[in-house]
């Protein structure tokens, strides 16, 4: 399976609290940032307007069904994750303390494509054995964000009141401390999301499988 990830720029909405500036240097203890994710999943779209030949082309040799040396189906996504924050500042002697108010993340799945070859008729005994293989990966595809948005939540959670609210000099400065925490988390999620697909999607492949297609139709 080939797998395609974009993610989208984070949009950063600042707001700042104009209190009375502290004695102390040290940033006060501050309430844990609200965090929202918002599943992205607007389900599989099939096709079957491309080759045999094609969708060997596309797969580059890493298809998700073979027969010999074949690609026989397809099924790609785009991993698409947007970010909103709101950040608050407090001043604190001749700085700032910045903190983050609010996290609104947009997870899953901005496309879901499964290509089926235009030459296996629907449903005949080709496209069914394709499209049991294919929605096989959809599963693993949809359930395996389903459980990621849920470890982003909690992560980003964590990682933020670890951070607690940062000094800075400037409002700037403290809001790009506090989002590099935030990518690091979404570049944590992004790359274990994708490691263990790689293994969920292995074990449907794997020949000889349950969803193998040698001898299940005429040719194959």
Known sequence: MKMHTTI??????????GLPALAQAACPRVAD??????IVDPGPRVTSTKSLEQINVMAGSHGLLRNGFKVLGMTSIKLDTGVSVKYQGQP??????????????KFGLKDHHV????????????????????????????????KYADILKNDMRAALRR???????????????QTAVIQKVLDDISARFNAELEKLHAVIDQPGGKYAAAGQCPGW
């Open 8 to 17: 989208a720029g984070a949009a950063l909405a600042v707001l700042i609290l």
């Open 33 to 38: 940032a609200a965090i929202s994710v918002q």
């Open 92 to 105: 604190v002697g001749g700085g700032i303390c910045v903190s983050v108010n609010r996290v609104e993340v």
């Open 115 to 146: 290509s089926v070859p235009r030459e296996y008729p629907q449903g005949g005994c080709h496209y069914n054995v394709v499209m049991r293989h294919e929605m096989a990966h959809v599963d693993v595809n949809r359930r395996t964000v389903r």
């Open 163 to 177: 951070a607690g609210a940062v000094a800075a000099a400037s409002m700037v400065e403290g809001q790009n401390a």
